[in-house]
């Protein structure tokens, strides 16, 4: 692998993870300095392959968004809407249930369902949301409800944190997603989500979240005001988390869009930024058994690259994405199993369908 890295400081980092030896953050800082994009695509695609040869998976899931009214109005954000301001809604069961029949003839194996934090909503409302789901699509996984959106329901149901995440776990949740934290760094909160939970409580949510036997993804939002060093940190902090719980399935980079958000003025992520999130990831998260190029909000020509800078899934289908497109994706908005299945083989990889937790579908 030498023959490919032109950064001689990548040299030590790349006998690291030959020995299997963890890296520390002094690393991680300089695998986000080094501009030899292809040097770390190699030792990203070296670790990929170790763990999942030439497999990239993709699953046929759904998402919903069942309100975008929400107090906590993220400077980042281009989703949320103040009640009653022009543009918000709120899905009724008998929309979520519209929702969900206009594609029972679809395979769909995972339900991906968020929201803001709409105070108007009891926590029956909640239960209401995920009785439907289940009694509709039985055999599809339930995934929903972020670390931030976990708290809010324990606030307003009368229960413990604890019994919370039990009830939601009674009435068909079996997995969350990983949104909510942003970036775990006490700056970037006061600037751009202090109304939000901050790095703590997310942890200890996700915590007890993984206690009660739910496995959960992981995320991390880049390319705003944060510094390389507060990316690092937050890679190290999911980490270590992992190393206690073994719960999170997967991290998935998030691109900041930002159109239509009060940050409108900074610029996109390049493709180096995109592909060096990816692969930094996967050679920082070595306890982390699955790296997404969430195609949405990098596009699928880049997350087909990805696939060789350390990704091994391309999430899925989609069919509605709503909260990175209101921030000005370009992206589909859904794919086909097809399109997807063509994106990973035209890459090189063999394409394999799985459920939410990487059973691999015959």
Known sequence: MNTFITDPRLTPIKEKITAGIRLDAGDG?????????????????FVRRKRHGNKAFFIYNQHLNYTNVCVNHCRFCAYSRKKGEDGAFTLSIDDVTEKLMARIDEPIREIHMVGGINPALPFEY?????????????????KAFTAVEIDHLAGISGLSLEDAIQKLKDTGLAMTPGGGAEVMSHRVREQLFPR?????????????????????????????????????EHL????????????????????????????????STTAHDDLKAVAIARLMLDNFDHIKAYWVMIGEKLAQIALNFGADDLDGTIIEEKITHMAGATSSK?????????????????????????????
């Open 29 to 45: 800082i300089i695998l986000y300095q080094s501009h030899d994009i292809i040097g770390i695509g190699r030792l990203a695609d």
């Open 126 to 142: 909640y239960l209401d949301l995920l009785n439907t789901i289940r009694e509709i699509r039985p055999n599809a996984t339930i």
């Open 196 to 232: 939000k939970i901050g790095q703590e409580r997310w942890l200890e949510v996700v915590r007890k979240i993984h206690e009660a036997g739910l496995t959960s993804n992981a995320t991390m939002l880049y390319g705003h005001i944060e510094t390389i060093e507060e990316r690092v």
């Open 236 to 267: 190290i902090h999911l980490r270590s988390l992992q190393d206690q719980t073994g719960g999170f399935s997967a991290f998935i980079p998030l691109a900041f869009h930002s159109r239509n958000t009060r940050l409108s003025h900074l610029p």
């Open 334 to 362: 859904g794919l086909t199993r097809e399109n997807i299945q063509n994106m990973i083989r035209s890459g090189g990889f063999d394409p394999v369908e799985r459920d939410s937790f990487y059973r691999e579908i015959g």
